[in-house]
């Protein structure tokens, strides 16, 4: 079992900057498939990026490309989400998430995650 902590969540101003961090509980951080979701307000939990146990394959949702860049680092238990030129409309709860099945891709739905943090929020003023 995993346990999962994001920070550095807070209010920022639109093409403003934010690093999130999702630090991982156990030793066996580098057996787990990493992912970024967010929900907001009244919205459907959505994708936001994912990463693989070794950090070589990576893929992020279309409204974020070009935006931000995860990464990881697995002698710190750690998973990252470097947010740039931030928009109003990435106002959300930011949820990393955690799994270590076995899979042919990249880890981009809800229910292929077993382990979820509680979340930081990211508001975005315009």
């Known amino acids: 079992q995993v346990q999962l902590v994001e920070s550095g969540g807070g209010l920022v101003q639109a093409g403003g900057s934010l690093r999130l961090s999702c630090a991982a509980s156990?030793?066996?951080?580098?057996?787990?498939?990493m992912g970024w979701f967010r929900q907001a307000p009244g919205e459907e939990r959505e994708f936001v990026s994912a990463?693989?146990?070794?950090?070589?394959?990576?893929v992020y949702a279309d409204s974020v490309k070009g935006r931000c860049t995860i990464s990881r680092d697995n002698d710190k238990n750690t998973v990252y989400l470097q947010m740039n030129s931030l928009k109003p409309e990435d106002t959300a709860s930011y949820y990393c998430?955690?799994?270590?099945?076995?899979?042919?891709?990249?880890?981009?739905?809800?229910?292929?995650?077993?382990?979820w943090g509680q979340g930081t929020q990211v508001t975005v003023s315009s």
């Open positions: 156990g030793r066996t951080f580098s057996s787990y498939d």
């Open positions: 998430a955690a799994d270590s099945g076995s899979s042919w891709h990249l880890k981009t739905r809800i229910h292929e995650y077993t382990y």
């Open positions: 990463i693989n146990r070794s950090g070589g394959s990576i």
